[in-house]
């Protein structure tokens, strides 16, 4: 199992900028990939932006693309999303999740959620 705690989230005016944080605990040594989503009030979950452990490889929702930054540290088990230039739109709740090695799940294990509420 593997379990994990997001923090980092706010509010925030529109283009300030904010860095989540989601801390993974447990049998994080299998994991292949970590993601997050948002999903705003009484719309559907969506993807964001991921990260593959090894390697590094990153992926972005185009509606992020060249203000959001994924990164991770692997000696704290911890994925990152730092987000600039951020608009009302962003507002929502941002959830981490993990892939485990060999998975046949997009995604096996996921955080509570943050909220990040941005104010035009």
């Known amino acids: 199992q593997v379990q994990l705690v997001e923090s980092g989230g706010g509010l925030v005016q529109a283009g300030g900028s904010l860095r989540l944080s989601c801390a993974a605990s447990g049998r994080t040594f299998s994991t292949y990939a970590m993601g997050w989503f948002r999903q705003a009030p009484g719309k559907e979950r969506e993807f964001v932006a991921r990260i593959r452990w090894n390697g590094g490889y990153t992926y972005y929702a185009d509606s992020v693309k060249g203000r959001f930054t994924i990164s991770r540290d692997s000696a704290k088990n911890t994925v990152y999303l730092q987000m600039n230039s951020l608009k009302p739109e962003d507002t929502a709740v941002y959830i981490c999740?993990?892939?485990?090695?060999?998975?046949?799940?997009?995604?096996?294990?996921w955080g509570q959620g943050t909220q990040v509420t941005v104010s035009s």
């Open positions: 999740a993990s892939r485990r090695v060999g998975s046949q799940s997009e995604y096996d294990y």
